[in-house]
């Protein structure tokens, strides 16, 4: 059991998703980032929630260098969508070897 949750939805419809590791850690950003939105979409998904809900997204890596190839990510994952704010911010580690991590807020 982890202590957190993957996902909170609120009362008012507000949901928080926690952070999203790649499943491949040896991955370069931009196809750890892809597989961070799949995960995000999983958990979406399980709620019945689409992705087209997400507000805003924070962006954690490791490497702010491969920005365009995260972007690219980003770019595919909200492809006709409006995109969603974003912060982004280099750390000088993430958990399990990481090199980035995305975590999500919407409303319904």
Known sequence: MTPYSAIRVSPSGAFYVSGQ???????????????????IEKVLSERGIDRSKILKTTLLTTDLSALSDINEAYLAYFEGLEMPARSA???TALARGARVEIDAYGEL
């Open 21 to 39: 590791l790649p499943s491949d850690f040896d991955a370069a950003p931009g196809e750890q980032a892809a597989s961070c939105f799949q995960a």
């Open 89 to 91: 911010f280099e750390v």
